[in-house]
T-cell receptor, first 113, second 114 residues
Framework: DGGITQSPKYLFRKEGQNVTLSCEQN?????MYWYRQDPGQGLRLIYY???????QKGDIAEGYSVSREKKESFPLTVTSAQKNPTAFYLC????????????FGPGTRLLVL | AQSVTQPDIHITVSEGASLELRCNYS??????LFWYVQSPGQGLQLLLK??????LVQGIKGFEAEFKRSQSSFNLRKPSVHWSDAAEYFC????????????FGTGTRLQVTL
């Protein structure tokens, strides 16, 4: 089945630690996105990538980094510079062939110890 | 700048009753609009989308939405709600001019009473 997988489902971060969230898609989509979800605030865009080896900052990129070395993978690193990382993180992908519709993964919940 | 407003944070309806969730948008051109649903701790599932054409669009699970340009609205409706419809619903607008970025509303949480 085609889809988007995110791992782990839960992730715990210690103060000063960098952690990496995985996002993989087998939909052959060109574009991939990372969103952060906080209660009562909807989803906010962190980073997006329209093509391999290229990515752009979204609305809340500070304290985060990404890479896009393969079409199917778009990992997100939450760095120690992100002072309030506790949130639900959602990855999405899209392609012009899907009518620009974004499809979402199941999410990763990041908690701070 | 574009924006999406969902005025109702929380709505409670009885099972079998009709439902309307409100969504208003601000955008300078013809919008691409979406409704997504999210169950607790899960990702977002696409319910329906509007790009152009017929202003009444049908989606999955018996949902429909009507695009009204004059009111800058894209309200979601269902004639008879089921207990399994309890979830959070998000309206979103696609910025076709900026790498297909989605702007989301803050969501409406639907509770269904039996």
């Amino acid at each position: 089945d085609g889809g988007i997988t995110q791992s782990p489902k839960y992730l715990f971060r210690k103060e000063g630690q960098n952690v990496t969230l995985s996002c993989e898609q087998n939909l052959n989509h060109d574009a991939m996105y990372w969103y952060r979800q906080d209660p009562g605030q909807g989803l906010r865009l962190i980073y997006y990538s329209q093509i391999v080896n290229d990515f752009q900052k979204g609305d809340i990129a500070e304290g985060y980094s990404v890479s896009r070395e393969k079409k199917e993978s778009f990992p997100l690193t939450v760095t120690s510079a992100q002072k309030n990382p506790t949130a639900f993180y959602l990855c999405a992908s899209s392609t012009p062939g899907s009518g620009e519709t974004q499809y979402f993964g199941p999410g990763t919940r990041l908690l701070v110890l | 700048a574009q924006s999406v407003t969902q005025p109702d944070i929380h709505i409670t309806v009885s099972e079998g009753a009709s439902l309307e969730l409100r969504c208003n948008y601000s955008y300078g051109a013809t919008p691409y609009l979406f409704w997504y649903v999210q169950s607790p701790g899960q990702g977002l599932q696409l319910l329906l989308k509007y790009f152009s054409g017929d202003t009444l669009v049908q989606g999955i699970k018996g949902f429909e939405a009507e695009f009204k340009r004059s009111q800058s609205s894209f309200n979601l409706r269902k004639p008879s709600v089921h207990w399994s419809d309890a979830a959070e619903y998000f309206c979103a607008l696609l910025d076709t001019g900026t790498a297909s970025k989605l702007t989301f509303g803050t969501g409406t949480r639907l509770q269904v009473t039996l």
